[in-house]
């Protein structure tokens, strides 16, 4: 018996091609795609019109953390006047009278600024949580020329001059709990307390030209507390009017100040 060697391969394939079209029917049709991974949804994924009727921590909101990062975007203090405060910094030398235990004043250290300065603020980080919000805020570098001073340096009489300042690595921590109240209509109102609002300025490199050593903790005590007056009543202000703007593009409303 004679065989086609020919015939017998393209029996083979015949074979070959009739198993792949049953598998392929068996399988409902051929070889499939796998599927596009879907993007991941939000945790909270509720619809800011479901809420009615709450009051809720921003952080709690669906949108929170965006209206924050938007707040703290535009909020960014580009340029600040700093104004000193309306005081003597004094660190006078006194004696005690032998005979009459009173004390006497032998020496005057005083310093007071005249004018202010300006100065720029980097984009603030922020950390948002339902317990509150901290924004960390660092301002890179400060230098202020011929500001207007006067000092009393050994006698009690004042001198007038100027002075320079020269600030590195200056940074705040602020903190507030902001709160989103919604009405039946699903409408919010922000609440900026300022009970929990916190400021803290710390300075890092700080050199000061113009007046002499003597009068070195002096002037960084004004300088100091120049800053924390500034923005502590400024940036808090700031950062609610801009978090109300956002709010009310998000879900209508306006800010309320808590009381102290």
């Not at 507390?225 to 500034?230: D, G, S, Y």
């Amino acid at each position: 018996m004679k065989v086609n060697w020919r015939q017998m391969k393209v029996d083979w394939r015949m074979i070959l091609g009739v198993s792949v079209a049953m598998l392929a029917v068996l399988t409902g049709g051929g070889v499939r795609a796998h599927p596009t991974p879907e993007p991941a949804k939000a945790a909270f994924s509720a619809s800011p019109k479901e809420f009615k009727n709450a009051t809720v921590p921003l952080a709690d909101y669906p949108e929170g953390q965006a209206m924050m990062a938007t707040a703290a975007k535009n909020a960014a203090l580009v340029d600040v006047n700093v104004k000193f405060l309306d005081k003597d910094y004094k660190d006078d030398v006194y004696v005690r009278e032998p005979i009459t235990g009173k004390k006497a004043r032998v020496s005057c250290l005083r310093f007071r600024a005249l004018s202010g300065f300006r100065m720029r603020i980097d984009q603030p980080q922020f950390r948002l949580t339902p317990q509150g919000l901290t924004i960390t805020q660092n301002i890179s570098r400060i230098s202020a020329q011929g500001l207007k001073v006067k000092w009393m340096l050994g006698p009690c009489a004042w001198v007038a001059g100027g002075t320079g300042v020269s600030m590195r690595d200056v940074k705040f921590v602020y903190k507030a709990r902001p709160i989103l109240s919604f009405d039946g209509n699903g409408s919010c109102r922000l609440t900026w307390n300022p009970d929990t609002e916190k400021l803290r300025v710390s300075i890092g490199d700080f050199n000061v030209t113009g007046v002499q050593n003597d009068l070195d903790k002096l002037v960084k005590d004004a300088f100091r507390e120049a800053l924390n007056f500034t923005l502590g009543g400024g940036y808090g202000s700031l950062m609610g009017t801009e978090l109300r703007k956002v709010t009310v593009d998000i879900c209508g409303g306006g800010v309320q100040v808590g009381n102290r």
